[in-house]
C-alpha cells in the first residue's frame, strides 16, 4: 500500500483541483485500454474505510453493426459522510464526468490532448464534498455493511442453476415415475388377448390406444410444420456452437460484435441442417412440393429478420444515427445469405430428400378419421401452451436477465459454463412437458398432437417476449423512436428463435413418445 497524491483535508471541500498531467505513450493507452476492458479498479483507503472505484468506461452498443467503446476516468468526486470529527463513510463516483475516450492505436480525446505519434496528454483532476451524517462512529460498520462495490451475481448465478435442477429433476420425475407407472398400467389393461378384431376393440375400450388408427394421420400445413422442425434444429445447432466456442475461448468477452459476427456467419453455415432436416421429414409423411418445402424453409426466419432489419435500420438512417448500416455492410450481408445461406439449404433439402426412408408408423391409418370427443377445458391448446411455455420459462429466468443487461446494458456475461448449463436444463424442461401434454392430450382420445407439441413448448418464446417489455420499463433507461425500435424488434426475433428451437425439441421427444408407446402394444 503507498500514498497516493490525492490531498484531502478534514470537511475541507475541493471543486476540480488539478492532481498532474500524464503524456501517455501510444503502448500505454493500449495497455490502459486493456486494463479497462479487463474490469480493473482502484481501491483507496480513508481513516479505515475502503473506497473501490472503476479506471475507465466501455460502452457496448448496437447489434448491426456493433460499436464498442472504451473510456479513461480522468475526474473523481470524493463524497464523504462525517459526524462530529469522524469520518463515517466515503465513496467515489464520476456522475455528470465526461470520460477521455481511448481509440484503438491513437490517443485522441475529450479532455486529453494527442500530442502526435498515437501518443495522449490527459490531466486528472479531484474534487472532495464532505456531507454531515445523523450516524454515530459506533454504527460506521452498519453503512459499509449495507455497501457493496462488488456485484453478488456469481451467488445468484449459481442459485438460478439450483433452482433450475430442481425443477428439472421433479420434471424428470413426474415423467419417469408417474407416467410410466401409468403406462404399464394401460400396458397391462391393453394388451390383453382379444376375441374379436380391431372394430370390436374399438367399441369396447378407451383411452389412447382407441385412437391407433389416427395418431399418425399426417397433419395439415405439412410443409410449415416441416419447417419449422428443419429452422429449429438449425438454431439448435448454432446455439450449441455458439456457446462450445465461447467455452474455448475464442470470443473476446468485452466484444459482443465477435459473438454477432460469428452467429452470422454460423447461421449461413448451418443452413444445410434446416435443409436436410425440414426436406427429409417432408418426404417422409409424403409431401410432394419439396421446392415450395426449400423456399419456406430458407425464408421462415430469413424474411422476418429481413423485414425487422429494414425497419431499424430505415429509423436510423432517418434519425441519422451512426448505427445505421452503409450500403456496402448490406450488400456483404445480402451476398452471404445469397451465396451461401440459400445454396446450403437447396443443397441440405436435396440430400434430405434423396436419402429419407419412410415414416415408420407402428399402426396403419384408416382412411376416415375418428371422430374427436368434446375436450374439458384444461386440455384446449391456450392451456397447454400456457403450462409448456412458462415452465421453461422459469428455468432460464434468472439467467435471461443476465443476458438481456449484457445486450442491452454494460454488464459482461464471461460464465459461459453455466449458460451451457441452463441451456441443457432449458432443453431437457421443454422435452418432459411436451411428452406430459401429448400423453394427457392423448388420454383424451385427441390425436391432434402435432402442431400441438410445436406450440406448447414453442410458446416459451411468448414469455420471454413479455419479459423483454418488463426488461424495457422496468430495468434499462431506454426511451425515444430509435431505441425502443432496436429494442422490440430483435426481442420480437429472439422470441421466434426460442420458439422455433423448443417447438422442434418439444416435437421430436413427443414422437418419440408416442413411437414406443404404440410399439409396445399388442393389436391385431
Not at 375400450?205 to 410443409?223: A, E, L, M, Q
Not at 443452413?271 to 427429409?280: A, E, I, R, T
Amino acid at each position: 500500500m503507498a500514498e497516493s497524491l490525492y490531498h484531502i483535508r478534514f470537511k475541507e471541500n475541493v471543486e476540480k483541483k488539478m492532481l498532474c498531467q500524464l503524456t501517455l505513450s501510444e503502448k500505454q493507452v493500449d495497455q490502459l485500454r486493456e486494463a479497462i476492458e479487463e474490469l480493473y479498479y482502484f481501491e483507496f483507503v480513508l481513516d479505515d474505510i475502503p473506497i473501490w472505484g472503476f479506471v475507465g468506461y466501455i460502452e457496448e452498443s448496437g447489434f448491426l453493426p456493433h460499436s464498442h467503446k472504451v473510456g479513461l476516468w480522468t475526474h473523481l468526486d470524493f463524497n464523504i459522510e462525517y459526524n462530529g470529527d469522524s469520518v463515517i463513510f466515503a465513496n467515489v463516483s464520476v456522475k455528470d464526468v465526461k470520460p477521455v475516450p481511448l481509440e484503438e492505436g491513437a490517443g485522441a480525446a475529450v479532455g486529453g490532448v494527442g500530442v502526435g505519434g498515437g501518443s495522449l496528454k490527459v490531466t486528472h483532476t479531484y474534487s472532495v464534498h464532505w456531507f454531515d451524517s445523523p450516524l454515530p462512529h459506533s454504527r460506521r460498520a452498519e453503512r459499509l455493511r449495507d455497501y457493496s462495490f462488488f456485484p453478488k451475481t456469481l451467488e445468484i448465478h449459481w442459485l438460478s442453476i439450483i433452482n433450475s435442477l430442481v425443477l428439472v429433476v421433479l420434471l424428470l420425475g413426474f415423467v419417469i415415475i408417474i407416467l410410466m407407472r401409468v403406462l404399464k398400467n394401460d400396458f397391462a389393461r391393453y394388451n390383453v388377448e382379444e376375441e374379436g378384431g380391431c372394430d370390436e376393440l374399438d367399441q369396447g375400450d378407451n383411452g389412447w390406444k382407441i385412437i391407433h388408427t389416427d395418431v399418425f394421420r399426417f397433419p395439415p400445413y405439412k410443409s410449415l410444420l416441416c419447417a419449422v422442425l428443419g429452422v429449429g434444429a438449425q438454431f439448435l445447432t448454432l446455439a450449441t456452437g455458439i456457446i462450445v466456442m465461447a467455452l474455448l475461448g475464442m470470443f473476446n468477452v468485452h466484444r459482443h460484435g465477435a459473438i454477432n459476427s460469428a452467429a452470422i456467419v454460423l447461421y449461413a453455415l448451418t443452413s444445410c441442417v434446416s435443409g436436410y432436416v425440414s426436406c427429409s421429414f417432408y418426404t417422409q409423411i409424403n409431401g410432394q412440393r419439396w421446392v415450395w418445402n426449400i423456399i419456406l424453409t430458407s425464408s421462415l426466419f430469413s424474411a422476418p429478420l429481413f423485414v425487422t432489419w429494414s425497419v431499424v435500420n430505415s429509423i436510423h438512417w432517418w434519425s441519422g444515427s451512426t448505427q445505421a448500416l452503409p450500403a456496402t455492410t448490406v450488400l456483404l450481408l445480402l451476398g452471404a445469405w445469397v451465396l451461401v445461406g440459400f445454396p446450403l439449404t437447396v443443397i441440405g433439402g436435396i440430400v434430405g430428400k434423396n436419402r429419407a426412408g419412410s415414416f415408420q408408423a407402428p399402426c396403419r391409418t384408416r382412411n376416415i378419421p375418428r371422430q374427436i370427443p368434446t375436450q374439458p377445458w384444461y386440455k384446449h391448446a391456450a392451456v397447454h401452451m400456457a403450462i409448456g411455455g412458462f415452465l421453461p420459462f422459469s428455468a432460464i429466468s434468472v439467467e435471461l436477465y443476465y443476458i438481456f443487461a449484457t445486450v442491452w446494458g454494460r454488464e459482461h456475461y464471461t460464465l459461459y459454463g453455466i449458460l451451457l448449463c441452463v441451456f441443457a436444463i432449458l432443453l431437457s424442461v421443454g422435452a418432459c412437458i411436451s411428452v406430459a401434454l401429448t400423453y394427457f392430450l392423448l388420454s383424451g382420445e385427441d390425436y391432434r398432437w402435432w402442431w400441438r407439441s410445436v406450440l406448447s413448448t414453442g410458446s416459451t418464446g411468448l414469455f420471454i417476449f413479455v419479459y423483454s417489455v418488463f426488461y424495457y420499463w422496468n430495468r434499462s433507461s431506454m426511451s425515444g423512436l430509435v431505441q425502443s425500435t432496436e429494442f422490440f424488434g430483435y426481442s420480437l426475433l429472439t422470441a421466434l428463435v426460442f420458439s422455433l428451437m423448443l417447438g422442434s425439441v418439444s416435437f421430436w421427444a413427443s414422437l418419440a413418445f408416442i413411437r414406443y408407446i404404440y410399439r409396445s402394444l399388442k393389436m391385431d
